[in-house]
């Protein structure tokens, strides 16, 4: 069964400062995905990484696959309070043909002006 | 470009009364769909999902059932709600088994 753990669950910062979100996962798998939710609202996409050493970005956030070591990483640089949001990793199970989609419990980020 | 809805966007329901959430997937064809159910505070927990017109597995035993009466649309349903039901219902859709979800604006229900 697959597993997906993301840390820290819960992320306080201040303005202007970088930290990492991680997300490690059980077994191999070469399709993760990172999702961000609004307080009330659904899950929006944000990268899709398809291969080992894939690497996006998009404005203060970048994210990252390395395969090997099942982890993925979303950095934040230089937060703003409109990333305050939860952010999910999740991760293609391909097991017994059943090619679902396992969700991390989501990191809570609060940017603290 | 496709697109996927899903509605009432609230709804405030008794103990005991039965359920009926809807979503329809537009400009693609043969989606696989997905419902999701989200406690407050929690992460995601998938209930059904579906590959074709009547296909539907479940992932968690509980007294909610799905149906797929049409390519594009899955229904979520239940006889009778329980307190637990509570929560925030997420539906999305994905063009084949290998790639990531869109999902609808949820539904957010109180069961009182």
């Known amino acids: 069964e697959l597993k997906v753990e993301q840390n820290p669950l819960f992320l306080s910062m201040q303005e202007g400062k970088n930290y990492t979100i991680y997300c490690n996962y059980s077994?191999?798998?070469?399709?993760l995905y990172w999702y961000r939710q609004d307080p009330g609202k659904s899950l929006e996409s944000l990268f899709v990484?398809?291969?080992?050493?894939a690497v996006k970005q998009e404005g203060r956030l970048m994210a990252s696959l390395d395969t090997k070591a099942r982890l993925s990483t979303l950095h934040i640089t230089a937060a703003v309070h409109d990333l305050s949001a939860t952010y999910f990793c999740a991760v293609l199970d391909s097991g017994a043909g059943s090619y679902q989609l396992t969700f991390g419990k989501g990191t809570k980020l609060s940017v603290i002006p | 470009s496709q697109t996927i809805h899903q509605w009432p966007a609230t709804l405030v329901q008794p103990v005991g009364s039965p359920l009926s959430l809807e979503c329809t997937v537009e400009?693609?064809?043969?989606?696989?769909l997905y419902w999701y159910r989200q406690a407050a505070g929690r992460g995601l927990q998938l209930l059904f999902y579906s590959v074709g017109i009547g296909q539907i597995s479940s992932e968690v035993p509980q007294n909610l059932s799905a149906s797929r009466p049409q390519d594009r649309q899955f229904i979520l349903s239940s006889k009778k709600l329980l307190l637990s039901d509570s929560g925030f219902y997420l539906c999305a859709w994905s063009p084949t088994r290998n790639y990531g979800y869109t999902f609808g604006s949820g539904t957010r229900l109180t069961v009182v």
């Open positions: 077994t191999t798998s070469d399709r």
């Open positions: 400009g693609t064809s043969n989606p696989n």
């Open positions: 990484l398809l291969s080992n050493g």
